[in-house]
């Protein structure tokens, strides 16, 4: 529902329980150069395979999404996707036209895979966190608090 508003050019969508110290120019700037339908920023996690793994080929490009296909022929290297997202418009056709409720992870991605349209991961491993319950918004307070501190050591010897 929100195609009108965001134009013809490339544009970036990002979960809001989410924290991430990343360089989004960077993210940006690759998905523009191999010219990807979309660029998901992945990244190595404990917990992947319960976030569902996403995998890529050793050209960073996106060959097997949430176990489908079952098969793809190149070495792949698995990671779960950060929940930061670079797409080109192309994206909206393979949206349900009503607008209705969908997943993008699990029916639009899926089958744009299927389709050929290219995908590229972008493997990340800086800090990321989720804040989706109350322990994980604590957690990030404390990994936060401790990142502040530690920049401000660093700082202060320079």
């Given at each position: ?28 700037a ?65 949206m349900?036209a ?27 491993d ?18 936060l ?14």
């Amino acid at each position: 529902r929100a195609q009108a508003l965001l134009g013809e050019g490339d544009f970036v969508v990002m979960n809001s329980d989410t924290i991430v110290d990343l360089a989004l120019d960077q993210v940006i700037a690759r998905h523009r150069a191999t010219g990807a339908a979309a660029t998901l920023v992945l990244r190595h996690d404990p917990e992947q395979a319960r976030y569902g793994e996403i995998e890529i080929d050793g050209d960073d490009r996106i060959r097997r999404f949430l176990g489908t296909p079952s098969t793809v022929s190149a070495p792949l290297r698995a990671f779960m996707f950060a929940g930061v997202h670079v797409m080109s418009p192309r994206i909206f056709d393979f949206m349900p036209a009503d607008g209705g409720i969908f997943s993008l992870t699990r029916a639009t991605y899926p089958a744009m895979l299927a389709a050929g349209v290219r995908l590229d991961g972008f493997p990340f491993d800086g800090f990321w966190r989720v804040i989706d319950t109350p322990n994980d918004r604590e957690r990030a307070a404390r990994d936060l608090a401790n990142a502040s501190l530690v920049y401000l050591r660093n700082l202060s010897r320079s």
